[in-house]
């Protein structure tokens, strides 16, 4: 079975400051894609970043960027110079190129950005 | 724009009532999907189509039915038969394989 488990169910940072959250899975195949996608108070699921499995480098957006560990299966999110509209849940997910096009999404962490 | 249409953004379903909630995309993508959001929940999904006609069960498909007669359109029926329905419904479509998934609105659904 495949499981995405986020470990954080609540976190807060000051702005300005760095945080991570969270994410590992658990999967038997060797090639997925990994995603975290943040959804806002305005209920919006928006694509923050995307790793490729078989990269070994790390993908990072901006302020945003990954620590991938595919032997730990392990893709934590970084936030780096927090700011007031990072405030949202982070849910992390990955999918498969074998199964039909499904999506496996773990519980989400809440993030507040302290000002 | 290119996007993904949900509508209505709120919906009231009386008891033993059938609701359907609208998801039109105008992406081009193959593959659509709806989930089903509760609080303190992750997203769970319902049901998924990979190509016109055709569609599979998610995890939580009981209670709920669906079609996809053309490419943009993958409409989802709340049926009687879903005794718990007030949720938040979010569709999603994405074009490829390894590519993320590209999401509505969203419609929130609740009893009267």
């Known amino acids: 079975a495949q499981t995405v488990t986020q470990s954080q169910p609540e976190m807060s940072v000051q702005e300005a400051e760095t945080v991570t959250l969270s994410c590992t899975y658990d999967?038997?195949?060797?090639?997925?894609?990994l995603f975290w996608y943040k959804q806002p108070p305005s209920r919006q699921m928006i694509l923050v970043i995307r790793?490729?499995?078989?990269?070994?480098q790390n993908a990072t957006e901006n302020r945003f960027s990954v620590n991938f560990q595919k032997a730990a299966k392990s893709f934590s999110l970084k936030i780096s110079d927090s700011q007031l509209g990072d405030t949202a849940m982070y849910f992390c997910a990955f999918t498969l190129p074998n199964t039909g096009n499904q999506f496996y999404f773990g519980t989400g962490t809440s993030l507040t950005v302290i000002p | 724009d290119g996007g993904i249409t949900q509508s209505p953004k709120y919906l009231f379903r009386k008891e033993g009532q059938n609701v359907t909630l609208s998801c039109e995309q105008n992406?081009?993508?193959?593959?659509m999907y709806w989930y089903r959001q509760d609080p303190g929940q992750g997203l769970r999904l319902i049901y998924y189509?990979?190509?016109?006609?055709d569609f599979q069960k998610g995890d939580i498909a009981e209670g709920y039915s669906v079609s996809r007669e053309k490419k943009e359109s993958f409409p989802l029926t709340v049926t009687s038969a879903q005794k718990n329905p007030t949720a938040f419904y979010l569709c999603?479509?994405?074009w490829g394989i390894g590519q993320p998934q590209h999401f509505g609105d969203g419609t929130r659904l609740s009893i009267l």
């Open positions: 999967t038997s195949e060797n090639n997925y894609y």
């Open positions: 999603a479509s994405r």
């Open positions: 992406l081009n993508h193959d593959a």
């Open positions: 189509s990979q190509i016109v006609n």
């Open positions: 790793q490729e499995a078989y990269k070994q």
